[in-house]
């Protein structure tokens, strides 16, 4: 299986300040048909997960401009532009590459 | 409006089985591919198994297999999780998600929660 590997595990940020999540597969997440299945989910206390980005890059409607995705092959990142109260959650990192589908460990956001 | 929506959990004893439903609205159900997706307490998210739109493709992770079944009937929207064998270890809160681009998409149901104890 493909091991999703996130870091920091917990991230203290101060708002208003940027904030970047790192994700890394074991294998390339690049697909034979040329996309990249590595999408990003934020997890609020009480929520259902939501997703932000997909395809690396792509956001998702109604996901404030703030975030952004980035990144290639093995390595990726969640970037955070300026961080509000309402950015506090767990973040997960999604492969949908190659089967078995695996989530990265998770990344705690909390405010400082 | 995506809408989907958990049912039948609950508590029970090692070994006991439970058969969760998720019902869809609001899109093309039956063309559409359908996960679980669990999270354990205290734990991260984790694929469970995925189902095409057919039915006849099924996918499920190494610890549930030959435990959980999963089937679906379009005509009324509806995917099943049929849960055997359970084990304290499958105790979480079990998503409905449906497919996106491949893996999980956008839309997830609010989770019904399975707790398995003596």
């Known amino acids: 299986d493909v091991v999703m590997t996130q870091s920091p595990r917990s991230l203290p940020v101060t708002l208003g300040q940027p904030a970047s999540i790192s994700c890394r597969s074991s294998q390339t997440l690049l697909y034979s048909d040329g996309n990249t299945y590595l999408d990003w989910f934020q997890l609020r206390p009480g929520q259902s997960p939501r997703r932000l980005i997909y395809k690396v890059s792509n956001r998702d409607s109604g996901v404030p401009d703030r975030f952004s995705g980035s990144g290639s092959g093995t390595d990726f990142t969640l970037k955070i532009s300026r961080v509000e109260a309402e950015d506090v959650g767990i973040y997960y990192c999604m492969q949908g590459t190659h089967w078995p589908v695996t989530f990265g460990g998770g990344t705690k956001v909390e405010i400082k | 409006q995506v809408h989907l929506v958990e049912s039948g959990g609950g508590a029970v004893q090692p070994g006991r089985s439970l058969r969760l439903s998720c019902i869809g609205s609001g899109f093309n159900f039956s063309s559409s591919t359908m996960h679980w997706v669990r999270q354990a307490p205290g734990k991260g998210l984790e694929w469970v198994a995925v189902i095409s739109y057919d039915g006849r493709t099924r996918y499920y992770i190494d610890s549930v297999k030959g435990r959980f079944t999963l089937s679906r009937d379009n005509s009324k929207s509806t995917v099943f999780l049929q849960m055997n064998s359970l084990r304290p270890d499958d105790m979480s809160l079990y998503y409905c998600?449906?497919?996106?681009?491949?893996?999980?998409?956008?839309?997830w149901g609010q989770g019904t929660l399975v707790t398995v104890s003596s």
């Open positions: 998600v449906r497919g996106g681009t491949s893996g999980p998409g956008k839309y």
